[in-house]
């Protein structure tokens, strides 16, 4: 589907970057709707429920989040690589394989994590109906976030955006609604009942879009298959794990030092925050797969223009973005309820650093979608290990504020040892000028 809209495109006398800004500008709209209904229901739940049971919430859905990517495995960026790769090849029996294995390998996981989630709670104590929840929810969002990964591989991201980004943020506001006017009154673990409603309707659509994904019946994948798939993957877990634990360790190690209330204020300006390099996340979506398959056939040309074009569009979106944020932040985080307010300065300390991701651009994909993917393991996980010390150890020192200094400062870090990176392995610049 893909391969055919590519080749329509350019008989109507479009470029590959054309094609690229595009299909971009598609899955920017995409994005845009997802973050604003996103920040909506995170701001409507945090309303319905109060600021102390939206920091508990909070906590569980970002412990969700974290092992629902030890879950995967790594194989969801393996999708993005694998599917494009094996295309440009016309391996279809070896992407079939591929599919299966992976499909079979994370729900196992998944369940598995999910079990031992709910004895680790147990132990511990707490809520139990949240324990319960964050098990079930687990593998379920580990198989859609998959399954995401293909439509993505597919060129299809417009599709699974429109279906997670915008789908989920309104069952869970509604959901969560519902939950309240039923019950009297609600709770953290009446907003993760209904994130779990959600995230298994959106299962359903999704895993039925990414069936047309496999062109043939897999056949049974060999040994020395199984064994080359998890070694590309088994980095790029590392990186997924490291990726997810900068973007949400962070409000886990506030935990630490503040009380619920404060966590939520943290919570609220993270979300906040990740508007700022929302568009490298959009592009990424649609440049990695182009990447790959550039990757494949040698043509290093067509990798550079690619990065080059999708760098210059982030620019254009992240500079005024950026502004607004810093200016008016103050006034969106009021959106979340007239307490979240004083936590605009955790919101600009957290969106520098989303800034710099932004402006080092596609970084990441490039290594990982090249076959450097363990090198980009180093840095990144070296510098997730670098932010969780120095989010505790500055939290320690001045409270949430040094938690966000501390995480603004390691993802700053890492793009730009990994930009330095891409220049040295491939010759490439990823920045727009």
């Avoid at 800004?21 to 995409?30: C, D, E, I, N, Q």
């Avoid at 031992?116 to 079930?136: F, M, N, S, T, Y």
């Avoid at 496999?214 to 980095?235: C, G, S």
């Amino acid at each position: 589907m893909n391969g055919l809209r590519q080749r329509v495109w350019r008989l109507l006398g479009a470029t590959d970057q054309d094609d690229l800004l595009r299909s971009g500008a598609l899955v920017f709209v995409a994005n845009a709707g997802a973050v604003a209904l996103a920040f909506a229901a995170q701001a409507g739940v945090a309303r319905l429920i109060g600021a102390d049971p939206f920091g508990r919430f909070a906590v569980a859905l970002n412990i969700i989040v974290l092992l629902a990517a030890f879950a995967r495995f790594g194989l969801e960026s393996a999708t993005l690589r694998f599917v494009p790769a094996c295309r440009a090849r016309n391996a279809g029996a070896e992407l079939a394989a591929f599919l299966a294995f992976s499909g079979r390998l994370v729900v196992t996981l998944g369940a598995a994590l999910g079990l031992g989630a709910l004895a680790a709670a147990a132990w511990l104590g707490g809520d139990p109906r949240v324990a319960v929840l964050v098990a079930v929810t687990l593998p379920v969002m580990a198989w859609v976030e998959l399954n995401g990964a293909r439509l993505q591989a597919d060129g299809r991201a417009v599709r699974y955006q429109v279906v997670y980004g915008l789908v989920r943020p309104l069952l869970l506001l509604g959901g969560t609604a519902v939950g309240i006017a039923v019950l009297g009154g609600g709770d953290a673990a009446t907003a993760l009942t209904a994130n779990l409603v959600a995230v298994a309707a959106v299962g359903v659509v999704v895993t039925r879009e990414a069936r047309v994904v496999q062109p043939v019946e897999p056949p049974a994948a060999t040994a020395d298959e199984r064994r080359r798939w998890l070694t590309v993957a088994a980095p790029m877990f590392m990186i997924g794990v490291a990726q997810l634990s900068l973007a949400r360790l962070d409000t886990l190690i506030a935990a630490l030092f503040v009380d619920a209330r404060e966590v939520a204020l943290y919570a609220a300006a993270s979300q906040v925050a990740i508007v700022v390099s929302f568009g490298i996340h959009a592009i990424n979506t649609v440049v990695a797969p182009r990447i790959a398959a550039a990757y494949a056939t040698g043509d290093r040309a067509r990798m550079q223009a690619l990065v080059r074009t999708s760098a210059r569009a982030v620019f254009v979106y992240t500079v005024p973005v950026f502004a607004v944020v810093l200016l008016w932040g103050d006034r969106i985080l009021g959106l979340f309820g007239p307490e979240f307010v004083a936590g605009h300065g955790l919101l600009v300390i957290l969106a520098c650093g989303h800034a710099m991701i932004a402006v080092c651009g596609s970084v990441g994909f490039l290594l990982t979608m090249t076959d450097h993917q363990r090198e980009a393991a180093v840095v990144i996980v070296g510098t997730a290990i670098a932010s969780a010390l120095l989010a505790y150890g500055f939290g320690r020192m001045v409270g949430v504020a040094g938690v966000a200094a501390g995480a603004a400062l390691a993802v700053a870090f890492r793009s730009l040892v990994l930009s330095i990176l891409v220049h040295r392995r491939l010759g490439v610049s990823a920045t727009a000028f």
